[in-house]
């Protein structure tokens, strides 16, 4: 499952071109808050759920660097923002985020617990899933994304088709940017489409991310895809409506 993938920092993006090389990332750990917007190279496998924590409404979040990076001030601290506004809000969370993961990592996530589509028992009623960036970031070699879009999108359809069968009762999809540093103006309209595509078969609730840095480019960083300390604070603002938008619908 690892696999090299270039990220400038807490991308939760990227293989070759995704996220940088081991070098870079020992590099990065030594700067602590430029890692999030450094080039590193690290496995993607995305990491065994954390145990349910809070109370209310069960929400899954699975995501790369953009989730880590809302979680984690600086690589592997004691530090989980993004659980604790969400526990706050009245929710309970379990997260599964790393640097550098891609939609191909969902069927090592779904084989931690194929009851539970992954997560811990019981299954979540949300989940939140931010991938794509990894998937379509374009490799400078080949000129193509790092997975084909039909199997990117075939990827998170088997995961979407296994939480809810498992028990989730709504899906928050977060857009991916159409910035050009990494080809996503191309390849990002193509993937956040489909996401609004999979409302109709779905309950889904798409979060507009792309959108929002459109109007707002001071909230991603010179990569166009790890966000500023605003962008962190939009981003965090946006997974907390779209969950709010789901459980309104639960």
């Not at 929400?59 to 530090?79: C, K, M, P, R």
């Not at 966000?227 to 309104?248: E, F, P, S």
Request: glycine share 10%.
């Amino acid at each position: 499952m690892a696999r090299n993938q270039k990220s400038t920092a807490p991308r939760g993006d990227g293989r070759p071109g995704r996220v940088g090389s081991v070098t870079r990332l020992r590099r990065g750990i030594g700067v602590g808050l430029s890692l999030f917007a450094g080039s590193l190279i690290v496995s993607g496998c995305l990491a065994r759920p954390t145990p349910w924590v809070g109370s209310g409404l069960r929400v899954g979040v699975a995501g790369d660097s953009e989730i880590y990076q809302l979680e984690h001030d600086t690589l592997n601290d004691s530090q989980h923002h993004l659980t604790d506004a969400l526990v706050v809000a009245g929710f309970q969370v379990s997260t599964a985020d790393v640097i550098g993961a891609s939609t191909n990592d969902l069927a090592a996530l779904l084989n931690h617990a194929p009851e539970t589509a992954g997560w811990p028992v019981p299954a979540p009623q949300i989940t939140v899933t931010a991938l794509g960036v990894n998937d379509m970031h374009i490799d400078a070699d080949t000129g193509q994304p790092h997975t084909p879009v039909a199997a990117a999108q075939a990827n998170l359809t088997a995961y979407l088709d296994q939480v809810d069968a498992a028990g989730s009762r709504c899906d928050a999809l977060v857009e991916i940017p159409e910035t050009t540093p990494w080809g996503l103006d191309g390849t990002g309209p193509v993937w956040n489409a489909f996401l609004a595509s999979t409302a109709e078969t779905h309950v889904v609730v798409v979060v507009p991310w792309a959108s929002t840095v459109a109007q707002h480019p001071e909230y991603v960083r010179s990569d166009g895809v790890h966000q500023t300390t605003a962008g962190k604070t939009a981003y965090l603002a946006a997974i907390l409506a779209a969950v709010r938008n789901c459980a309104a619908q639960t």
